[in-house]
């Protein structure tokens, strides 16, 4: 039986770790924040090695069975981190998968993580992790779930919020986790101690209007890659990341490139989306008659890259010094979005 997320934080919290886990599901806060927890309980626990793998098209999964194999130079526990964005490992994969739950190697625990999951990705493969280890479905929550987290996220920063605070601030977020948890870290540091009501909320984000990371994909998005680049500036000059800046845009590209791939096309994948608010149907809708489908695929990779890149782990042929500029790569990567032809991608299509 599959293991809801909070029993998956207890258990991560207080006892040893099972040999094998899956965290799966759209709701990539979530996602990532268990990932996050395991990953340090695995630290505290002695697992001090950790080997990465970013499984994509033509991904060995010979990759797999040899770290499970390999001695460890240090005689330590290791992490292997398997990173499966589309929560399909294909025939061979599921196969290799299966191979490594049947016999989990000692002092090792793997951790695979999926951006996408539903009925249709279970199988031998995710039973076989559920036999073996733990299986964990993120589902985004519902409407009536989100005050009480994020009272809770707040509280866990020493901020406490007003009834009407959070009311607002659900009505803002409209269901973006992501949105959420960046409002209230920023709350926390200028409200730090103190009770914050609707009114106090309202004047912080009167002050946070020049630059908005959710009005960034939506210029290039409208084809206004000049628009897009000055957004992305203003950000920039304002302390923020790329890492950090990649998350809202990362989740609506997902989107568009199952709308894009939907079975009935456009039209059908659209109404299959809960987009909000409302009015952005149009301009999604256009943006993908605009862009041929082969796009979308080829803008998640460069995602996929300025993330890498970010973390230090995109390097030369050697596997030797990092590489590339991740503010460049996704200044391409807008660019590419608001004018294909013209753009770094243009040769997905």
Same mark, same amino acid.
């Given at each position: 039986m599959p293991t809801p997320l909070t029993a998956l934080r207890k258990q991560i919290a207080t006892g040893e770790l099972k040999p094998v886990y899956l965290l799966a599901g759209e709701e990539h806060l979530l996602v990532l924040e268990a990932a996050d927890a395991l990953r340090a309980r695995a630290r505290e626990l002695g697992y001090v090695e950790r080997e990465? &793998?970013?499984v994509d098209t033509g991904f060995d999964w010979n990759q797999l069975a040899q770290s499970a194999s390999a001695?460890? =130079? &240090? %005689?330590t526990r290791k992490l292997i981190d398997l990173r499966m964005p589309t929560g399909k490992p294909g025939k061979e994969g599921a196969a290799a998968i299966g191979e490594y739950c049947a016999n989990p190697p000692p002092d090792t625990v793997l951790l695979i993580t999926a951006q996408e999951w539903s009925k249709k990705h279970e199988g031998a493969w995710s039973q076989a992790v559920d036999r073996a280890g733990a299986l964990t479905q993120v589902w985004p929550l519902k409407v009536e779930e989100l005050p009480k987290w994020i009272e809770a996220r707040a509280a866990a920063r020493g901020l406490k919020m007003a009834?009407? %605070? $959070?009311? =607002? =601030? $659900?009505e803002r977020i409209e269901g973006n986790l992501l949105a959420a948890a960046q409002e209230i870290d920023k709350l926390a540091l200028l409200h730090a101690g103190k009770t914050l009501d609707a009114a106090m909320l309202e004047a912080s984000v009167a002050d946070d209007t020049r630059f908005d990371v959710f009005k960034l994909l939506d210029a290039a998005l409208a084809g206004d890659a000049a628009r897009a680049l000055r957004i992305l500036a203003g950000l920039r000059a304002e302390g923020e990341n790329p890492i950090g800046l990649l998350g809202w845009p990362l989740n609506q590209l997902q989107m568009l490139a199952r709308i894009a791939g939907a079975r009935g096309g456009i039209a059908a994948g659209l109404k299959s989306e809960y987009i909000r608010p409302p009015q952005r149907e149009g301009l999604i809708k256009r943006a993908l008659e605009r862009v041929p489908r082969a796009h979308w695929n080829a803008y998640l990779i460069q995602a996929g890259r300025i993330e890498r890149i970010g973390k230090g782990r995109e390097r030369d042929a050697d596997g030797g010094k990092p590489m590339g500029d991740a503010w460049l790569e996704f200044e391409r990567l807008l660019v590419a979005i608001a004018q294909p032809r013209a753009g770094l991608l243009a040769k997905a299509g």
């Open positions: 990465v &793998f970013d001695m460890s =130079l &240090f %005689a009834p009407d %605070a $959070v009311e =607002l =601030l $659900v």
